[in-house]
């Protein structure tokens, strides 16, 4: 039995089902760059790395905007909003606002707090966008060199990570973080105790 005779496609009928591939891979492929215009430039994605609800969150040392040196676990028995961010990003825009509220109604020693991590621009970035926009109270951290954008497994932002008292991942917010979101998750924190 000849297979290639039995088994072969005609060349009208190759191209015939050619073109409708490379249509759908050529829509395939601007519908995802064009899906997420806040993903970081120069990333890939490593799904391993991506920390999971009930997992401790994963500690790291960083510099704040004053230049002081922080780790998350100095902030071990409060609820911590690890959020991560870029002044460029619009939804990070629409969402400072409410993390500045939420700062400003909790006790600053010992209540909930948000940290939040600037991924790779410089103090003076992030000072001018805070003071044109007034912004102020939030607890900011400087990455530059994305080591906590790395250990989160963040791609895009904003995303925020919900860190329970214990110093454990219990949420993870992908996009905009409202203040109905920011009381969803205080009310879920309660409620788990």
């Given at each position: 039995m000849n297979?290639?005779?039995?088994?072969?496609?005609?060349?009208?009928?190759?191209?015939?089902?050619?073109?409708?591939?490379?249509?759908?891979?050529a829509a395939v492929a601007v519908i995802a760059g064009s899906s997420n215009q806040n993903v970081l430039p120069g990333l890939t994605s490593d799904i391993r790395n991506v920390p999971h609800r009930g997992w401790l969150a994963p500690n790291f040392e960083l510099t704040t905007l004053d230049g002081s040196s922080v780790q998350l676990i100095d902030f071990r028995g409060r609820i911590v909003f690890l959020n991560f961010w870029a002044t460029w990003c619009i939804p990070c825009q629409r969402e400072l606002p409410a993390f500045q509220a939420f700062v400003e109604s909790q006790d600053p020693e010992l209540g909930p707090t948000v940290l939040a991590v600037n991924l790779g621009e410089t103090r003076e970035q992030i000072e001018?966008?805070?003071?044109?926009?007034?912004?102020?109270?939030?607890?900011?951290?400087?990455?530059?060199?994305?080591?906590?954008?790395?250990?989160?497994?963040?791609?895009?932002?904003?995303?925020?990570?919900?860190?329970?008292?214990?110093?454990?991942?219990?949420?993870?917010?992908?996009?905009?973080?409202?203040?109905?979101?920011?009381?969803?998750?205080?009310?879920?924190?309660?409620n788990k105790g």
């Open positions: 297979f290639k005779k039995h088994f072969s496609i005609p060349p009208r009928l190759f191209i015939f089902l050619l073109f409708p591939l490379v249509g759908i891979t001018t966008y805070f003071a044109q926009n007034g912004i102020k109270g939030i607890p900011t951290i400087l990455d530059p060199t994305g080591i906590g954008r790395k250990l989160y497994g963040v791609m895009s932002v904003p995303v925020t990570y919900v860190i329970d008292a214990e110093g454990v991942l219990q949420f993870m917010k992908l996009g905009e973080t409202t203040t109905q979101d920011i009381s969803d998750y205080m009310i879920a924190l309660r």
